[in-house]
């Protein structure tokens, strides 16, 4: 089971764009993400929203403020109700166990007027129009998460 925040910050003028980014590397992605190695090397290239799985005991409130703040190098001072999905999975190569059991809780939010898109733990940053952006380039199922709030990739 995993419980996971999502934030998805939209371009105010372009509510139709959210950004996403491809992860950099030699950041401390174990830390801001519990990505290991291997998969940091396997989503690198991928587009992938600011997100984390919920440490023991937070608030989905809580890790939504410690991704911005990690994440993103902002602070949250308040964030709106998230919306909330559950979500079950067979996972690829556990066939044959309990599927997989997902709650999300993903923060809709405008991106902030004049601060600049960059933060130290991305090599690349950018406000991408989702419908444009095929759903084989999102890493970690996070074009999926886009569609449960009415973003669809192409």
Do not use: N
């Amino acid at each position: 089971m995993c419980l996971s925040v999502f934030l998805v910050f939209r371009d105010p003028e372009h509510p139709d764009r959210a950004l996403l980014g491809k992860l950099d590397p030699s950041a401390p992605w174990e830390e801001l993400s519990a990505l290991g190695p291997d998969r940091v090397a396997r989503f690198a290239d991928r587009w992938l929203l600011p997100a984390s799985q919920l440490l023991l005991f937070e608030s989905p409130d809580d890790a939504a403020r410690r991704v911005a703040r990690e994440q993103l190098e902002m602070i949250l001072t308040t964030v709106p109700l998230p919306h909330v999905f559950s979500e079950t999975s067979q996972r690829d190569g556990a066939e044959g166990e309990d599927p997989h059991w997902d709650l999300h809780f993903i923060y809709d939010l405008p991106w902030p007027p004049a601060r600049p898109v960059h933060a130290r733990p991305w090599k690349e940053l950018a406000f991408r129009r989702i419908a444009d952006t095929p759903r084989s380039s999102f890493g970690r199922y996070h074009g999926d998460v886009l569609e449960l709030i009415g973003l669809s990739p192409e």
